[in-house]
């Protein structure tokens, strides 16, 4: 480990070591021998994750930080947190590396992040989806929003009147 004040190289001691809260992750608070300034480090088990086929034919490694970015574009000014934000990330992470593929489509991560972003805010959802979509004109956020509004009736005739749900 290289200091990031003086640049001594492995001359560091590890003062404290705490899991993360899911097992997934390492915090190790350390002190340079050399200059006695103190940092800390994280360790994260490295998955082999599949490679992200875009809309054009490229490849490149899965970017978890790439989802990250997009939700937080489509939530901006809206009251979602940034551990929500991370933890949806994280979840969408961890379902396609337990796919165990090699490949997978952009488009099909995209899938995986609408519901979960539908289920956290939908004016969030919208933005996302007009642009993970593509819509062309007023028409696509008009569909978007009927289903929408389509889903949010169902639901709450369901709630307000448990007969219609059981079909009677």
């Given at each position: 480990?290289?200091?990031?004040?003086?640049?001594?190289?492995?001359?560091?001691?590890?003062?404290?070591?705490?899991?993360?809260?899911?097992?997934?992750?390492?915090?190790?608070?350390r002190e340079c021998e050399a200059c006695t300034r103190r940092f800390t480090t994280y360790e994260r088990i490295e998955?082999?994750?599949?490679?992200?086929?875009?809309?054009?034919g490229r490849r490149?490694?899965?970017?978890?930080?790439?989802?990250?970015?997009?939700?937080?574009?489509?939530?901006?000014?809206?009251?979602?947190?940034?551990?929500?934000?991370?933890?949806?990330?994280?979840?969408?992470?961890?379902?396609?590396?337990e796919l165990g593929v090699s490949e997978i489509a952009s488009r099909e991560i995209g899938e995986r992040v609408l519901p979960k972003l539908k289920a956290l805010d939908q004016v969030a959802y919208v933005r996302f989806a007009s642009i993970y979509r593509d819509f062309r004109d007023l028409d696509g956020f008009a569909k978007e929003l009927d289903a929408l509004r389509g889903e949010d009736n169902n639901a709450e005739r369901t709630d307000e009147h448990p007969a219609v749900a059981a079909g009677e």
């Open positions: 480990m290289r200091c990031p004040f003086c640049s001594a190289d492995e001359k560091d001691k590890v003062i404290e070591t705490r899991v993360s809260k899911d097992g997934r992750e390492i915090r190790r608070r998955e082999s994750m599949p490679m992200v086929i875009k809309g054009d490149e490694p899965f970017d978890r930080n790439k989802i990250v970015h997009g939700v937080h574009a489509a939530c901006a000014k809206r009251k979602v947190s940034q551990d929500q934000i991370r933890t949806l990330a994280e979840e969408v992470e961890r379902e396609v590396g």
